[in-house]
Each structure stands twice: as structure tokens, then as C-alpha cells.
């Protein structure tokens, strides 16, 4: 499975970006997926995660009300829009897709994702 992720790239303090993840190859039916970020110097973070179903999504605290996951209708796609960008949002973003789980199931551990896509710069200037 080969997950590529698209959309980042340099945004003003107050702007939007959505980021997109394209999974090729044989996905686990029910797969979560998940967002995750890494700035410079700092240990990666959870950032968002959507369920298969896409009735269940976990965001973290500091991403809560501003930016939204959603899934493609072939299941195998996944956006992160981001609004109301921070400078605390500079990071690498990386997709990631479990590789088992239930249908309603998402979750906010690295470990609970099998496969990751290569990341994806997002830089926020003030």
C-alpha cells in the first residue's frame, strides 16, 4: 500500500489549506486514517483521525474547531482541511491508514497505523 500526500505548502496566519492522501493498492476494508504532524525538533503528534464509516472523527485539542478530516467516497482518500492557520501548525503532516479495525473505529496512536505517506510540508507565516 502506497499512501501520497498532496495540498501543503506556504499559508498567512488566519488562511486555509486542505491536504489530500491518496492510498494505492489493497486497503483493508474498515482501514481508519489518520493525520499526524511533526515539527522541527519536536516528537510527531496525532493531529486528526477518521473512521471507515466517517461518522467517527478525533481530533486533537489544539486542531479542534478549525480543522476538519474527511474521506473520499471510494474510501481510499482522505483531506485534512485546515483553517484559521497558526504559526504552531508549521510541521510535516503525514496520512497514515490502520491496517485492521472495526468500521467506526478511528483512532489517535501511532501504533494503530500500518501505513504511512511520505509528509507533506505545511509552513503558516505571520
Known amino acids: 500500500v502506497h499512501l501520497e500526500e498532496s495540498g501543503g505548502g506556504l499559508a498567512q496566519v488566519g488562511g486555509s489549506l486542505r491536504l489530500s492522501c491518496a492510498a494505492q493498492g489493497p486497503i483493508f476494508t474498515n482501514a481508519a486514517m489518520g493525520w499526524f504532524r511533526q515539527a522541527p525538533g519536536k516528537e510527531r503528534e496525532f493531529v486528526a483521525a477518521?473512521?471507515?464509516?466517517?461518522?467517527?472523527?478525533l481530533y486533537a485539542d489544539s486542531v479542534k474547531d478549525r480543522f476538519t478530516a474527511s474521506r473520499g467516497n471510494a474510501k481510499n482518500t482522505a483531506y485534512l482541511q485546515m483553517n484559521n492557520l497558526k504559526p504552531e501548525d508549521t510541521a510535516v503532516y503525514y496520512c497514515a491508514l490502520a491496517g485492521s479495525g472495526d468500521w467506526n473505529n478511528a483512532y489517535n496512536r501511532d501504533y494503530e497505523y500500518a501505513y504511512w505517506g511520505q509528509g507533506t510540508q505545511v509552513t503558516v507565516s505571520s
Open positions: 477518521i473512521a471507515w464509516g466517517t461518522t467517527n472523527t
